[in-house]
C-alpha cells in the first residue's frame, strides 16, 4: 500500500510539474500568482491522502467536498496533459521531417505555448462537463448464451452482473438507484458483483445496504471481493455485503440445484498472486464439469491451470480505463478486451465497464454498464 501511495504520488506530482510547466506563459508572473497556483497543486497532490484522513475522522461532508473537488481536477489534470503530450509529439514529428527536410512549413499550424495552453484548457473543460453526465448514463448490456449444460426445463436463466460501483463519497444514493433501476429492469433470477462495490467507509450507510437488499432474485446475490474492499476494510466491507443480502464467496462454490453452480475467489490483493491462484485451483477442483459453472473474478485475468474448468468467467476492475486515453494503458496491463471473448480450451469470459467511478467523478468513451445475461439452453 505504501509503496502503491508512493508511485501514485511520483506520478502524479510530475503530472503537476508538467502542467504548470505548459502553463507558464499564461500564469500571471507575480510572485502572489505563483505561490497560489503552487499551493493549489500541491493541495490537489495531497487531496487523496486528506481525503482518506477526513474520512477516518468521520467528517464526511468535508470530505466529499474534497473528494469532489481533487478527483475532479485529477480527471481534469489527466485529460489536459494527454493533450499536452499529443501536441508535443506532433511538434517533435514535424521537426524531426523538417531536419530531413520532409514537411516544409508545417510546425506553422501548431499553436503557441501560451495560445495551445488557453485551447486545451476550453476543450478539457467540455470533455470534463461531458465526462460528469456519461458517468451517470448507465448503459445496459445484453448477452445471449446457448448450452447443453442449462437443463430445457430450466428455460431462460436471467444473470445480471454489476461491477466496481464503487460506493462511498462520490457514488451513492442516487446514482445507487439508477444502477438498481437496470437491474430491476432486467428481472434477474440470479445477481452477482463482481468486486468493488463499495470504495469508502460504509459505517452510517445503512440506506445503501438496505436498497440493494431490496434486490431478492430467485436464484439468489452472490459477491467477491475486489482490491478496493480490502482499502475499505475486509471487515466493513464483508459487514456491508452481508447486510445487502449477498452471499459472499471466498474460494467457495455455491450449488444452485438443477441449474447451475456459482464460484467465486478473492482479488490477489488479500492473500498475494501465489496464493489467490492456489485458491482458484482449489476452488475449481471441487466444481462437476457436467454443471454450468460461472466463476466470479474481479480481475479479468485468466489462470493458465482454470482454463477448461469454467463456463462463464465474469470480471470488472479495468472501468475500460474510465477517461480515454487512460484506457490504452490498461489493456496493456490487463490485454482481455471489454465484453465477451471466448477462449480455446471452451468458456468465455466477460469483462464489465463497471457501473461506477473510481478518483475521478467522470466516464469519457468508457460509459457505465450494467450486464444482462441470458442463459438457455439450445
Same mark, same amino acid.
Given at each position: ?248 464467496? *471466498? @474460494?467457495?462454490?455455491?450449488?444452485? &440445484?438443477? +441449474?447451475?453452480?456459482? #464460484?467465486?475467489?478473492?482479488?490477489? /490483493? =488479500? ?81 464489465? *465497464? @463497471?457501473?461506477?467511478?473510481?478518483? &475521478?467523478? +467522470?466516464?469519457?468513451? #468508457?460509459?457505465?454498464?450494467?450486464? /444482462? =445475461? ?5
Amino acid at each position: 500500500m505504501y509503496l502503491f501511495l508512493t508511485i501514485f504520488l511520483a506520478l502524479y506530482g510530475g503530472m503537476q510539474w508538467y502542467w504548470y510547466r505548459k502553463g507558464a506563459d499564461v500564469i500571471p508572473q507575480s510572485m502572489v500568482a505563483r505561490l497560489f497556483v503552487a499551493l493549489f497543486l500541491l493541495i490537489m497532490l495531497l487531496a487523496p491522502v486528506l481525503i482518506r484522513f477526513l474520512e477516518q475522522r468521520g467528517d464526511a461532508a468535508a470530505a466529499r467536498w474534497t473528494a469532489l473537488i481533487g478527483y475532479s481536477w485529477m480527471g481534469f489534470l489527466f485529460l489536459s496533459c494527454s493533450c499536452f503530450l499529443l501536441l508535443d509529439c506532433g511538434r517533435l514529428l514535424i521537426r524531426s521531417l523538417s531536419r530531413v527536410g520532409i514537411g516544409g512549413d508545417l510546425g506553422s499550424y501548431f499553436p503557441g505555448s501560451g495560445s495551445s495552453f488557453v485551447w486545451v484548457t476550453l476543450l478539457v473543460a467540455v470533455i470534463t462537463l461531458y465526462g460528469w453526465h456519461e458517468a451517470t448514463v448507465i448503459r445496459t448490456e445484453s448477452v445471449d448464451i446457448y448450452t447443453t449444460k442449462i437443463p430445457k426445463a430450466a428455460g431462460t436463466i436471467t444473470v445480471v452482473q454489476i461491477s466496481d460501483v464503487h460506493l462511498g463519497l462520490l457514488v451513492g444514493e442516487e446514482r445507487l438507484k439508477m444502477i438498481l433501476a437496470a437491474v430491476r429492469a432486467a428481472q434477474p433470477d440470479l445477481l452477482v458483483a463482481t468486486g468493488d462495490l463499495v470504495d469508502g467507509e460504509m459505517d452510517g450507510r445503512d440506506g445503501l445496504a438496505r436498497l440493494l437488499g431490496e434486490i431478492r432474485p430467485r436464484l439468489g446475490k452472490f459477491a467477491v471481493m475486489g482490491n478496493h474492499e480490502l482499502y475499505v476494510g475486509s471487515h466493513q466491507a464483508l459487514s456491508f455485503l452481508q447486510d445487502a443480502g449477498f452471499i459472499l464467496l *471466498r @474460494g467457495e462454490v455455491f450449488e444452485i &440445484p438443477g +441449474i447451475m453452480a456459482v #464460484a467465486g475467489v478473492d482479488d490477489p /490483493v =488479500f492473500g498475494g498472486k501465489a496464493e489467490a491462484a492456489d485458491q482458484e485451483r482449489r476452488v475449481l477442483s471441487r466444481t462437476d464439469p457436467q454443471r454450468y459453472l460461472i466463476l466470479l473474478k474481479h480481475r479479468p485475468v485468466i489462470a493458465p491451470q482454470s482454463r477448461g474448468h469454467f463456463d462463464l468467467q465474469l470480471s470488472g476492475h479495468v472501468h475500460q480505463g474510465q477517461i480515454f486515453p487512460f484506457g490504452l494503458l490498461t489493456r496493456i496491463a490487463f490485454p482481455l478486451p471489454m465484453g465477451l471473448s471466448g477462449i480455446e480450451e471452451g468458456g468465455a469470459v466477460y469483462v464489465s *465497464r @463497471g457501473a461506477g467511478t473510481w478518483g &475521478p467523478p +467522470i466516464r469519457f468513451l #468508457a460509459p457505465p454498464e450494467v450486464t /444482462v =445475461f441470458r442463459l438457455r439452453h439450445p
